[in-house]
């Protein structure tokens, strides 16, 4: 299946929420890999079924320590777990400590990803710079998702972050905005700043700025998730990126499930 990388150029513009509610909403099977070298916020925030608390303790560090056998499918699952809601995860190093341990292992890690049979992976990177350790997860993504706020200095950063990602990588590129479902002018504006530029970053998605609905994946939601404004814009966006990495195996299989149905 596929690897789908998620990252920021600065700030804190919600890279992780939208790694969460698009994941929720994927439509195939899939693993929401927190690769983020500033430590997990999901086993903060989220609970495992029942309420009951994530194991910090499985995750990336536990997956370094036992990929001696090699990264396979089987080994990144046993190191996974699952979120209430039904979300599998792997949970990212506790500190920034941690990843002084993992060694060498962001390079086959990427590789596995993109490479798991059993399920889409992704991958929150969190913010990159040209220095970041994990930046060979991105490297190995067949689409890098960059997540940017509608502000002037955010899609600053963000221009200066593709400059340099598109001379490292042949993934296809987008761009997430996380803006006010009104602020239409202001996003249409980011989309000016990226055609003038020499990168070509197709594919673009607006997700709504919407506290009651990121409230859910920061473990404070109430009411009734499926009516915020988030989720609304967010399962349009999840259709569409794993229509973007479905694999042609995946096509053979809508259209013999549908055949005909391509043609129209
Ligand atoms: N779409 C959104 N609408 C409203 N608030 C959001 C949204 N995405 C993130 N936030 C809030 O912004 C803060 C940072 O979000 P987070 O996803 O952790 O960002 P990042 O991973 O980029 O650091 C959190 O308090 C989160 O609830
Ligand atoms: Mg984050």
Known sequence: MALVAFASAKGSPGVTTAGLVLGALWPRQVLLAECDPSGSDVAIRMTAPGGAPLNSDRGLVSLAAASRKGLGDEVILAHSQQLDGGLDVLLGVRSPEQIG???????PLG???????????????GRVSATAPQLPVIHSARLIVMVCTATGSSVAHLRERLSSLVHHVDAQLGVVVVADPKQRDAVKQVWTV????SVPVRHRWH???????AAFFDGRG?????????????TDIAAEMSALVATPHDFDMAQAAFPGQGER
């Not at 990226?194 to 530029?197: A, E, F, P």
Request: charged residues 15%.
């Open 222 to 234: 109430h009411g009734r998730l499926e009516k915020t404004q988030l989720i609304r814009s967010a």
């Open 194 to 197: 990226l055609d003038q530029m």
């Open 111 to 125: 590789i596995s990803f993109n490479q798991m049979q059993a399920a889409d992976v992704l991958a929150d990177c």
């Open 207 to 213: 997700l709504a700025y919407d506290p009651v609905g």
């Open 101 to 107: 341990g993992m060694g060498g292992l962001w390079h």
